[in-house]
C-alpha cells in the first residue's frame, strides 16, 4: 500500500513517505514534511491508527510537452523502487559480487512464495550468506524487508554485518547485552529497541535468553537463522523430539517473522524428528511430529545443492575441484607407542566391564576424551589427564546425568565447539567418574592416570614424532612451493598453542574462537600479504572463516571423528571463488590402531557421502555411538564395520521411511531451475535502465539537488549536498564512490562506496525523482520522441498494485500502453505488452526538425481521449494478471490445506498412539514442545489443544492468499511519438 517517496495527507498536512516498516495491520510509516507549515519536521505513525491517513494520488496529465530525460528519469527511478512481478529478479544485479546462476535457484524458489520460507541446506562453501543476501536484496526491493532479524552463532555476528555492509550496502547493527542497554536508554520505553534497529544481527544463545523483548517487539519482516541445526528440537527417543532452549527461540522467531530463511549445510543430523522440527518452523504442515514427510510437498521449501551439482563461470567449471587427500605418515615412538597403547588396553577394560551399567556411557565420555586428544597432541592429552586426576582426588559430584547426556550429544555432533564450550563440555566428561566407580577401580584409575602423566610429561617436543614429521614435511613444501601459504587445522586450543610455541617455522599466525572479526580479519590480511605464511586455526575458528583468496592449502593435524567437520574445516578454502585446485594433507599415525581403524571407517562413509548426499553424522551421533563406543572397547575390525554398516542401514532406513533422502542427495533439477533464473533476470534488461542510464541518473539528480559529483573516470567523489543530506544515512561529507561492480569488486578498494539503489545516496535520489508525479504543474511527465518509420501515436505509462488480503503487495507492475494514431484519431490500443516494453526502453532525444510543434498540431487534439483508451487497457491488463494469481493463490492454499489436514489427522493418531504407550502421567507432544507446555494429562485434553492449534494454523495459513483488491491504474506520464 504504502512505499517510499510516496505522498499521503495526514491531519490536514502534506507528507513524504521516507520509510515503510512492518506490513498489514502494523505497518508503521516514517514520514517527512512536504510544506512549508510549521510544526514536526518528521513522525512515526503506526498506518491502521490513523484514521485520516491517505495516499495523495499522482497528479493528472496535460499535454505539455516537457524535458523527456527527466520523464525517463522518472520511469527509472519507478523501475528501480517497485515491487513489479513475482517472478522477476531485479535487485540481483545490485550486489558486490559476481552473480552465477546457481546462486539465484533460492531467490527464485523464495520470491515465488506468497511469503518467503525456505530452508537454503547447500554445501559448504556454496555461499549461503550471499544468497540469503540476494533474497534480501529482492525483498527490500519489494518493500518486504524493513525490519529483518539474524540469528546466528555468537562467532558468526560480525561476519553477517561486515558482509551485508560490504556486498550489499545493508546496514546491520550487532545487538548484544551491552548494544541492548543503549538502546534502552536512548529510546522511549514504549518503544522496543528491535524497532529502534531495523536491521539487527543478534548471536542464538543471547536471544534464546530474551524471548520476552522479542515477542513484545512488532513482527519482523524478516528472520534469518544461520547454522539452524543448532536450532532444532533434540532426538528423544524414535518418533520422539524434546525442546530445547535454542528450539523455543526459534519457534518463537519463526512465528514472528513473516519471511523466514534457515541456512544450514548439514540441515539432517540422521534424526528424522528433528530434521522434522526444523521444517515444521517454515511451514507446519511440512512433517509430522515423528519425522515423516511427502518429498513433493516439501521439495519447493527446501534448496539444496552438493559442490557436484554445480558450476560456475563460461565455459562452466566444477565449484570444487581439489585433489584427493594426502596422508603424511607418522611413525610415532615406542615411548609414543607405549601411550596410545595403554589408554587402549585401559578403555577396554573398563566400557566392557561396565557394559549394560549405568556408569558407561559417563566412562566412555571420558575416555572419547582422552583417546581423542592423545591423537591430536602430547599437550593436549596432558591438560586433559590433569584434569582427569584432579576431579578423581575430589568428592562426587551432584546428579548431572541429563546434562552430561546433553553434552555428550554436542560432543559428538555436527559442528565444532567454541573452544570455551569444548573445554567446559570436557570437563564435565571427566567429572563425575568417581561418583561410579567403587573403591577398588578407583584406586586403580588414579594409579593408571598417575602412570600415564608421568609418561606424558616426560615427553619433550624433541620427542614428538608428530611435530617433527610436521616440520618436515613443511620445510620439504617451502623448498620446492616457494611463497605458498598453509592452513593447519586442529580441533583444541591446546594443540594450537603447543604448536605456536614449538613449530619453529614463520612466518606464523594464529586464530581460535576468542578472536574477535576486527582482529581476526587483520590476521587474515597479513597471512594473505606474506609469502611463506603458516595459519594455525582451531575447528571453531574455522567456522566462518573465508580463505579462497589466500589459500588452497590445507594440512590436518589430526582428524575429526566427525566427517561433518573434517567438510567444515576443508570448505574454509574449497568454497566458492577459490581459483586454484585445493590441495588437503592429513598427519596419521601409523601402527596405531585408533587411526588405522578411523581410516577405515571414513573411506566407508567417503562412499555413503557419495550415496546419501551427507554422511548424516553417522558416526557421530550420540543415539548411534555404537560404532565411537566399539572403538573404544577395542572390538575386532570386522564387528566395527559390521556396526557402521548398521547404522548406515539405519540412517538410509530413517531417510527413506521419513522421505528426506531424495531432498538430502541435492536437487534432481538444478539446470532447469539456473534456466529459469536466467529468465526472470532477463526481464531486468526490459525493466531497469543500463549501467550508464543509473549512473546518469544519479550524476544528473546530485547535480539538480545542489550536490557535486567530480572526476569522469570509474571512480567519482560525491559531495551530496544540503537537499540529500536531508534523508537518512546520507553522508554529509564528500565521499568517493563507483558505479562498477568490476571497480568495487577489486581488493585494493574495499573502502570504496558501491553505488546501487540500496545505497543511502542512491535511495534519496530514487525517492527525491518519484515524487515528481506530486508536483502540481506535472511537468516534464510529458515528452515527444521524434521517430523515423515508426507508428506515430501515445505511449502512456501506469503505475498498478494488485494487493493481498493481509494488506500487503502482491506485484506492483510499471505498465506501457501504446495508442496509435490512425487517420487523424487514436486507433485501438496495443495488447503487445512486450513490444509496449521495449517501446519504453527506447530513450527521447532533442527536438529534431521541429517535433514539438508537429506533435501539438498532430497528436495534442486528441491527448485526452488515448489516454482513456490506455487507462482501460492498463486496467484490464491489471485485471487480467490479477485473475492469474487469484487463481495461483487459491491453488497453493488449496494444497495447503490439504496438507495441513493430513497432519492434523496424523498428530490426532499419534496423541493417541503415546497415551496407549505412556508409562507416566503426562504425555508430551512435540507440536507443543517449544510452547512452555508441561504436557497432557488426558486424551481428551491432548485432542482439544490439538484441534485448536490446528484451526490457529489453517486461519495463519489463510491470510495473504487471496487478492483483495487491484488499484486503479495510476498514470505516470506519456511519450508522444511523432514522426521528424
Known amino acids: 500500500m504504502f512505499e517510499r517517496g510516496m505522498r499521503v495527507r495526514l491531519r490536514d498536512r502534506l507528507w513524504e513517505v521516507e520509510a515503510v516498516r512492518g506490513g498489514g495491520a502494523e505497518t508503521f510509516l516514517e514520514l517527512r514534511r512536504s510544506d512549508d507549515r510549521p510544526g514536526p519536521r518528521r513522525v512515526t505513525v503506526l498506518a491502521a491508527l490513523e484514521p485520516t491517513l491517505q495516499p495523495e494520488v499522482a497528479s493528472g496529465l496535460r499535454f505539455e510537452p516537457g524535458n523527456p530525460v527527466r520523464l525517463a528519469e522518472l520511469h527509472d527511478a519507478l523501475a528501480l523502487t517497485m515491487a513489479h512481478g513475482r517472478g522477476d529478479l531485479l535487485a540481483v544485479e545490485h550486489g558486490r559480487i559476481d552473480v552465477e546462476p546457481y546462486q539465484l535457484v533460492p531467490v ?129 527417543g524414535e518418533g520422539r523430539s524434546s525442546a530445547t532452549d535454542r528450539s523455543r527461540l526459534a519457534r518463537v522467531l519463526a512465528d514472528h517473522g513473516r519471511e523466514l530463511l534457515l541456512l544450514s549445510a548439514t540441515p539432517h543430523n540422521g534424526y528424522q524428528e528433528s530434521f522434522a522440527s526444523l521444517l515444521q518452523l517454515l511451514s507446519p504442515h511440512l512433517a509430522a511430529d515423528d519425522g515423516r514427510l511427502d518429498p513433493e510437498v516439501v521439495r519447493p521449501y527446501i534448496v539444496r545443492r552438493l559442490k557436484d551439482d554445480v558450476a560456475r563461470g563460461d565455459p562452466p567449471q566444477p565449484i570444487s575441484r581439489r585433489y584427493p587427500p594426502q596422508p603424511i605418515e607418522v611413525h610415532p615412538t615406542a615411548r609414543e607407542k607405549e601411550i596410545h597403547q595403554r589408554l587402549r588396553g585401559h578403555s577396554k577394560r573398563v566400557l566392557r566391564a561396565l557394559r549394560d551399567t549405568d556408569s558407561y556411557y559417563v566412562q566412555a565420555f571420558a575416555l572419547e576424551v582422552l583417546r581423542k586428544r592423545a591423537l591430536s597432541s602430547p599437550y593436549a592429552l596432558l591438560q586433559s589427564l590433569r584434569r582427569r586426576a584432579e576431579n578423581l582426588g575430589v568428592p562426587a559430584v551432584g546428579h548431572t546425568g541429563r546434562r552430561r547426556l546433553d553434552a555428550l550429544q554436542q560432543y559428538r555432533g555436527d559442528t ?158 574449497d568454497r566458492y571463488g577459490q581459483q586454484n585446485i585445493v590441495e588437503i594433507s592429513y598427519l596419521y599415525l601409523a601402527n596405531t590402531r585408533d587411526e588405522e581403524i578411523l581410516q577405515r571407517l571414513r ?108 572526476g569522469g573516470g570509474e571512480i567519482v ?20 564512490a563507483t558505479f562498477s561492480r568490476a571497480v568495487a569488486l577489486h581488493p585494493a578498494n574495499r573502502g570504496l562506496a558501491f553505488l546501487t539503489p540500496v545505497h543511502p545516496l542512491v535511495r534519496a535520489v530514487l525517492q527525491r525523482v518519484r515524487t515528481r508525479l506530486y508536483d502540481d504543474g506535472a511537468r516534464d511527465r510529458v515528452a515527444v520522441r521524434p521517430i523515423s518509420g515508426e507508428d506515430e501515436g501515445w505511449l502512456f505509462t501506469f503505475v498498478g498494485r494488485i494487493v493481498s488480503d493481509d494488506r500487503r503487495v502482491l506485484e506492483e507492475p510499471l505498465v506501457p500502453v501504446f495508442v496509435p494514431h490512425e487517420e487523424g484519431r487514436p486507433g485501438k490500443a496495443s495488447q503487445d505488452e512486450g513490444l509496449d516494453l521495449k517501446r519504453l526502453r527506447q530513450r527521447g532525444v532533442a527536438d529534431a526538425n521541429g517535433a514539438v510543434d508537429k506533435a501539438w498540431h498532430k497528436l495534442s487534439g486528441s491527448f485526452e481521449t488515448a489516454a482513456d483508451l490506455a487507462q482501460a487497457e492498463a486496467s484490464r491488463r491489471l485485471a487480467h494478471r490479477a485473475e492469474g494469481l487469484r487463481a495461483q493463490l487459491s491453488a497453493e492454499a488449496d494444497r495447503l490445506n490439504r496438507d495441513l489436514n493430513r497432519w492434523h489427522k496424523a498428530e490426532l493418531a499419534e496423541a493417541e498412539r503415546r497415551f496407549s504407550t505412556s508409562v507416566g502421567d503426562v504425555v508430551q507432544l512435540g507440536l507443543f514442545a517449544d510452547m512452555g507446555n508441561e504436557g497432557f494429562h488426558s486424551l481428551e485434553e491432548a485432542k482439544t489443544l490439538v484441534d485448536e492449534e490446528f484451526d490457529r494454523r489453517r486461519q495463519a495459513l489463510s491470510r495473504g492468499f487471496q487478492v483483495a483488491d487491484v488499484d486503479p491504474a495510476e498514470p505516470v506520464g506519456c511519450v508522444v511519438c511523432v514522426e521528424a
Open 108 to 236: 527464485l524458489a523464495g520470491i515465488r512464495q506468497p511469503r518467503v520460507r525456505v530452508l537454503i541446506a547447500d554445501d559448504v562453501g556454496l555461499g549461503k550468506t550471499i544468497e540469503a543476501g540476494l533474497v534480501l536484496l529482492e525483498l527490500a526491493r519489494r518493500g518486504r524487508a524493513d525490519r529483518v532479524l539474524i540469528a546466528c552463532p555468537a562467532g558468526l555476528q560480525d561476519q553477517w554485518v561486515d558482509e551485508m555492509r560490504f556486498r550489499f550496502n545493508l546496514d546491520f547493527t550487532k545487538v548484544d547485552s551491552k548494544k541492548w542497554l543503549e538502546l534502552r536508554r536512548d529510546n522511549p520505553t514504549t518503544v522496543s529497541p528491535w524497532t529502534a534497529v531495523p536491521y539487527a544481527v543478534s548471536s542464538i544463545d543471547y536471544l534464546k535468553n530474551n524471548l520476552g523483548a522479542i515477542q513484545s517487539a512488532p513482527p519482523f519482516d524478516v528472520v534469518i537463522i544461520d547454522e539452524a541445526h543448532h536450532v532444532a528440537r533434540a532426538y528423544a
Open 416 to 573: 565444532a565447539l567454541p573452544e570455551t564450550e569444548l573445554l567446559t563440555v570436557e570437563e564435565l566428561g571427566l567429572q563425575g567418574v568417581a561418583a561410579h566407580l567403587p573403591e577398588e577401580d578407583l584406586r586403580e584409575e588414579q594409579r593408571l592416570v598417575g602412570t600415564l602423566l608421568q609418561q606424558v610429561e616426560a615427553l619433550t617436543p624433541g620427542d614428538d614424532s608428530k611435530l617433527t614429521r610436521l616440520r618436515g614435511w613443511l620445510e620439504g613444501f617451502r623448498s620446492g612451493r616457494r611463497g605458498e601459504r598453509v592452513i593447519i587445522f586442529t580441533e583444541y586450543r591446546d594443540t594450537l598453542d603447543y604448536l605456536e610455541q614449538n613449530l619453529g617455522l614463520g612466518p606464523l599466525l594464529r586464530i581460535d574462537g576468542t578472536v574477535p572479526l576486527v582482529k581476526r580479519r587483520a590476521i587474515l590480511e597479513r597471512f594473505s600479504s606474506a609469502p611463506g605464511a603458516i595459519l594455525l586455526a582451531t575447528d571453531a575458528a574455522g567456522e566462518g572463516l573465508n580463505l579462497q583468496d589466500a589459500c588452497h592449502v590445507v594440512v590436518h593435524y589430526e582428524l575429526p571423528w566427525n566427517p561433518n567437520r573434517l567438510e567444515q574445516r576443508n570448505g574454509r578454502v
Open 603 to 710: 573411506e566407508k562413509l567417503t562412499v555413503i557421502t557419495k550415496q546419501l548426499g551427507s554422511s548424516s553424522d553417522v558416526l557421530g551421533v550420540a543415539g548411534r555411538s555404537d560404532v565411537i563406543d566399539g572403538l573404544l572397547e577395542d572390538l575386532p575390525e570386522q564387528e566395527l564395520e559390521e556396526r557402521l554398516e548398521r547404522a548406515v542401514h539405519q540412517v538410509r532406513q530413517y531417510l527413506e521411511r521419513s522421505g528426506a533422502l531424495v531432498l538430502m542427495q541435492g536437487m534432481r533439477n538444478e539446470q532447469q531451475a539456473e534456466a529459469d533464473t536466467s529468465t526472470a533476470r532477463e526481464l531486468a534488461r526490459w525493466l531497469l535502465p543500463d549501467f550508464e542510464e543509473f549512473r546518469r541518473l544519479v550524476t544528473s539528480v546530485v547535480q539538480q539537488s545542489g550536490g557535486r559529483v567530480t
Open 717 to 736: 567523489e560525491i559531495s551530496p549536498g544540503p537537499l540529500l543530506t536531508q534523508y537518512p544515512q546520507v553522508p554529509a561529507e564528500p565521499f568517493k
